[in-house]
């Protein structure tokens, strides 16, 4: 089945830096990478997803590029703000209808100021 | 649409009692929905794949008779943990394949607390 590595677990940077979070995933036929962004107590939140027909996808100060040949994709965020203080959940599946998601482990980020 | 929703968001119960959770996706149908459960600082663990009209799929390891589901409409799927326990105690989530961002994105709910005395 499909693995999914997640670095670093921990990431504290100082506000307005940016931060980068990386994933790993095994099963070559994944093509579907959301991330999720959940806050304490909450829910995972949908904040950016990539699917392997493009390389790289931006929303604002959120980014996230996919390289199909490693098995690698990266969350990017610029002009961090305390508010972006979360845990962050890369995730892989094969795509379609029912496609289960496999999870990394997080990366909580703390934005300080 | 992607709001989903869960009732209650949090509950206590006794040890031996049984607890339904409610999952709704509020604006949008959804044929297929998850339930996860996640411990403190962990990640989301899949426990079973609702499918509406059909019986769940539960991952292995993962007691179906225990964990009950239903998806008895394209809007509502229900988690009933029976004779719960205090190992039971957990931060339960599902979430909802559809709306806006395509028939394979899972839009999650805000969670359930669950905690077993």
């Known amino acids: 089945g499909e693995n999914v590595e997640q670095h670093p677990s921990t990431l504290s940077v100082q506000e307005g830096d940016s931060a980068v979070i990386k994933c790993t995933y095994s099963?070559?036929?994944?093509?579907?990478f959301p991330w999720y962004k959940q806050e304490l107590g909450k829910g995972p939140q949908l904040i950016i997803d990539?699917?392997?027909?493009?390389g790289e996808k931006k929303d604002q100060r959120i980014a996230v590029t996919l390289n199909k040949t490693a098995k690698h994709f990266s969350l990017h965020i610029t002009e961090t703000q305390p508010e972006d203080s979360a845990v962050y959940f890369c995730?892989?599946?094969?795509?379609?209808?029912?496609?289960?998601?496999?999870f990394g482990t997080g990366t909580r980020l703390q934005v300080t100021l | 649409g992607a709001v989903v929703s869960q009732h209650p968001s949090r509950v206590i119960c006794k040890s031996g009692t049984s607890v339904k959770i409610e999952c709704r996706s509020l604006d949008f149908q959804a044929t297929t929905m998850f339930w996860y459960r996640q411990f403190p600082k962990q990640s989301l663990m899949l426990m079973a794949t609702?499918?509406?009209?059909?019986?769940?799929?539960?991952e292995q390891g993962v007691e179906k008779d225990k964990f009950l589901i239903n998806h008895a409409s394209l809007t509502l799927s229900t988690l009933t943990v029976t004779s719960a326990h205090p190992e039971d105690s957990s931060f339960y989530i599902c979430?909802?394949?559809?709306?806006?961002?395509?028939?394979?994105?899972?839009?999650f709910g805000p969670g359930t607390r669950l905690t077993v005395l």
């Open positions: 990539i699917r392997s027909n493009v």
């Open positions: 099963d070559s036929a994944s093509n579907y």
């Open positions: 995730a892989a599946s094969i795509g379609g209808t029912a496609s289960k998601l496999t």
């Open positions: 609702s499918n509406e009209g059909s019986k769940a799929t539960y």
């Open positions: 979430s909802a394949m559809g709306g806006q961002g395509g028939t394979d994105t899972q839009y």
